[in-house]
């Protein structure tokens, strides 16, 4: 690598600043378009530095054809990349090397705050679970992510994603506990309201699991610090009724796909009609301003990412398929996490509550506290 290449990828790092950790080789559409991500927020993240792992030679050249870079940049060669067709367990076995297993490791290691990765999903969380291990007292880490909603903060929080598809009443009570936390420091929201996904919010309607579940979520509110507002349904994903949805990652990952399939079949279906004659052609035209206000509103690429809650450290998984913006909307949710302190204050919060609910089931003896 040239030196002028090597001065505009590797940048001092000065006291106190964000570093994020970038898997650069594993997303569908290759290093470029997660290097043109970088660019696009590097200007609204003047703190930040980044750490990009993959292939020296190809990540050397698109560092410096970005300005917005010089000096950001620490490029950490990776030879190996975990495909989408990996098994998680062979990457578990064998991932060392790859950019992906380094990005990882450069949280673990506390050189970063947070790491980002477009790669495989199964491969990404068997990685992280090996490498950070999960918080204290949490049994299943969850993926959280958004989505759009009626809500003035524009999405709702949803979990688990999909991170495992089993989950019993006291996984679906500490899914409420980590995803209120993560709505209030990455969202916003003071006193986020927890709803628990069922086939219908009447009282006797779901499972025995279920009813189990929402006694411990209402329980906890106090300690949780949120508002458990009972049953939600289908239909309230995108209302203005809840914050944090909370359902197991089997429904959890039904309802994303259906949703994003949902959306892109409404997408194809307005094109078709303002394409199908010339008077809709010319209305397309007068309705210009409208149809691109509701295309921002609905675009994907502003929900892209999900944080793996319950880990040791702060992971991002942005879509496999994801372009430069949609790229740009994981590092910012990455970067918005390192910068509160989130890992810390979920942390506390996740120890807290299980302290506390613990005292309530029994004895301080009983529950291993001094109190």
């Known amino acids: 690598m040239s030196q002028a290449i090597q001065s505009q990828s590797v940048g001092p790092r000065a006291s106190g600043q964000i570093v994020l950790s970038v898997d650069?080789?594993?997303?569908?559409?290759?290093?470029?378009?997660?290097?043109?991500?970088?660019?696009?927020?590097?200007?609204r993240?003047?703190?930040?530095?980044?750490?990009?792992?993959?292939?020296?030679?190809?990540?050397?050249?698109?560092?410096a054809g970005q300005p917005a870079l010089?000096?950001?940049?620490?490029?950490?060669?990776?030879?190996?990349?975990?495909?989408?067709?990996?098994?998680?367990?062979?990457?578990?076995?064998?991932?060392?090397?790859?950019?992906?297993?380094?990005a990882i490791d450069a949280v673990k290691a506390g050189e970063a705050g947070a790491a980002v990765?477009?790669?495989?999903?199964?491969?990404?969380?068997?990685?992280?679970?090996i490498r950070l291990r999960r918080l204290d007292g949490i049994n299943r880490p969850a993926i959280a992510c958004l989505w759009p909603s009626r809500n003035a903060h524009g999405f709702n929080l949803m979990l688990d994603a999909g991170a495992d598809i089993k989950a019993d009443a006291e996984d679906l009570l500490q899914y409420a506990m980590m995803g209120a936390s993560y709505a209030r420091n990455g969202m916003g929201i003071e006193r986020p309201r927890v709803g628990l996904l069922n086939v219908g919010t009447e009282e006797h309607k779901g499972s025995a699991e279920l009813k189990q579940a929402a006694d411990l979520i209402a329980e906890a509110a106090g300690r949780g610090d949120y508002a458990f507002v009972g049953y939600v349904e289908g239909t309230d994903l995108p209302s203005d009724r809840v914050d944090v949805i909370v359902t197991d990652g089997f429904t959890g990952n039904v309802a994303l796909k259906t949703a994003e399939?949902?959306?892109?079949?409404?997408?194809?279906?307005?094109?078709?009609?303002?394409?199908?004659?010339?008077?809709?052609?010319?209305?397309?035209?007068?309705a210009g301003g409208a149809l691109n206000r509701l295309r921002e509103r609905m675009d994907p690429r502003r929900a892209n990412g999900g944080v793996f809650l319950g880990l040791n450290g702060i992971v991002v998984k942005s879509h496999g398929s994801s372009d430069a913006t949609g790229v740009a909307a994981a590092l910012e949710?990455?970067?918005?996490?390192?910068?509160?302190?989130?890992?810390?204050?979920?942390?506390?919060?996740?120890?807290?509550?299980?302290?506390?609910?613990?005292?309530?089931?029994?004895?301080?003896e009983e529950a291993g506290t001094t109190e």
């Open 261 to 286: 399939g949902t959306a892109r079949l409404i997408g194809d279906f307005l094109r078709q009609s303002f394409r199908a004659t010339l008077f809709s052609k010319l209305t397309a035209v007068f």
């Open 333 to 364: 949710m990455a970067w918005k996490l390192a910068r509160s302190g989130f890992r810390e204050r979920l942390a506390a919060r996740v120890a807290s509550g299980l302290t506390s609910g613990q005292s309530a089931a029994g004895s301080p």
């Open 70 to 102: 010089s000096g950001r940049v620490t490029i950490r060669h990776a030879a190996r990349v975990v495909t989408m067709e990996d098994k998680p367990a062979q990457v578990m076995r064998h991932g060392q090397g790859t950019s992906m297993w380094s």
């Open 45 to 63: 993240m003047a703190d930040t530095h980044f750490l990009l792992h993959g292939d020296e030679g190809q990540l050397g050249q698109l560092v």
């Open 24 to 43: 650069a080789m594993g997303g569908d559409r290759g290093p470029a378009a997660v290097v043109a991500g970088l660019a696009i927020c590097a200007p």
């Open 117 to 129: 990765s477009c790669g495989n999903t199964g491969a990404l969380m068997a990685v992280a679970m």
